[in-house]
């Protein structure tokens, strides 16, 4: 049985891209053949289940039922990758209720892999998440995500201040999602299509489509860029996976 | 399925001959054809649209919308040959968009012929503009355009290596005459009795050249 997974995807500010960064975490397992199963934590109505209805469920993280639906399935569960889009400003209160449940002290101990994507936004109070969280990452894997939703520079411009929130934190993993054409983010939200799927022509039930071949490019372009970044990360051998069909993969070379 | 070709005509520098080619190969392509479509991506040069406004539509690529309005026309294979005048402001812009959409890869699929024709200049800009567009585009497609009225004697070493495509200099007081909005090459070639003309021998001259690149094409493609 393959050693469980548990991604958490989160971030305590609204509005950063993590469902976006979410959604391409899926369509980069769907491509590398890693089975993986999702949860929405926006309940009731949901925001990652929409593009990925038939492996997500949407799910109440601050409820002990739906917290035992997640973790009391995760050595049972196949797929062995879960994937958890956490609401946004439920990040520490979820990774505290990790720790005091002992999902921390098992991926410490290995007998868990432990990552969270924590996604920033382009201000001081979203960097000074960094140092909170961190707290929490002894034994996980702890990825940095700058998601560039505008034309924000996070600060590269003042080395102090970057230097201050970025460098701070040992073994954590900085990661780069550029920014993606508005008009072709807006096209995949009116498609309610995974990216993979908007990039291939497809609809919700795989019929061929009329999506512009310019937004296809767009995103195509911008898909391969973040995948090269979770290549970069090594993601497939963190996660045990990869069949090795990168060639069938969406994005470009 | 025979493929469609669609011809963009550019140069990073101003005022090198971009919309007289253009006109010369539209007009071609309608006689030779009876139909083309032409796009006139132009602010401050004379304008493709001026002088065909019966085949041509203006284009813009600097927002997106008009990105999917020009490519999203071009990229269907229709039988209808398209000739691009692409403005030297659009130089980088277009060609880093078709770069990143990956023009040339869903042109071969969709049946799609691009052939850019890149008009030369002597200067640094245009030598970086020819480099930059061999690394991006194969070298069938690309035809390097040595208008000798501009480029008064040699084409810069590196330009004279792939496939070139010469235009003799009309004089002065013929280019006059070309250039006024209600020439047509055509219309001169079928008026004009004395075959002999230089203005004559220069319309064929180039309409036969626009016949190679097009027997190229087909031979290319099958």
Known sequence: MAKPVVIVVGADKGGVGKTTVSRTLLDYFSANNVPTRAFDTESPRGTLKRFHPGITEIVDMTTTSDQMKIFDTLNSASPSVTVIDVRAGLMSPALASLRDIGFLDAAKSGQITFAVFHILGPS???????????????????????????????????????NAYF???????????????EMAFEQVEVASVPFLKFVAN??????????????????????????????RIKLTDLVGGGGGKSGARGGEK | MRRTPVYIICSPRPLVGKTLIARLLSEFLLLK???????????KEPSLLEYLPAITETAQIDNTFGKMALMDRV????????????GFHAFDEFFKMS??????????????????????DADRVSVRGHL??????????LITVDNEF?????????????????????PVFLKTYVSRLTFSFTDYLRSENDSSTELHQWIRRNYFSFREIEMNLILLGS
């Open chain 2, 132 to 141: 930059m567009l061999t690394q991006q585009i194969p070298a069938t497609a």
């Open chain 1, 167 to 181: 460098h701070r934190i040992k073994d954590a993993t900085e990661l780069t999602i550029p920014k993606l054409n």
């Open chain 1, 124 to 162: 001081i109070a979203s960097l000074d998440e960094i140092a909170e969280t961190a707290n929490f990452m002894q034994g996980a894997k702890y990825f940095l995500v700058k998601n560039f939703i505008n034309n924000t520079s996070f600060f590269e411009w003042d080395q102090a201040t970057y």
């Open chain 2, 33 to 43: 054809n009876g139909t083309v479509a032409a796009f006139d991506i132009n602010l």
């Open chain 2, 99 to 120: 770069e990143e959409i990956g023009f040339l890869k869903e042109a071969a699929r969709r049946g799609i012929a691009p052939v850019i024709l890149f008009v030369a």
């Open chain 1, 202 to 231: 497809k609809g919700v039930h795989d019929e061929t489509e009329n999506y512009s071949f310019v937004l296809r490019g767009y995103v195509r372009h911008w898909l391969a860029n973040v995948w090269s970044e979770f290549d």
């Open chain 2, 150 to 170: 501009v480029v008064r004697g040699e084409l810069p070493a590196a330009m004279d290596r792939g496939r070139v495509m010469r235009i003799a200099a009309l």
């Open chain 2, 75 to 86: 990229i269907v294979n229709d039988g209808i040959a398209k000739v691009i005048d692409l």
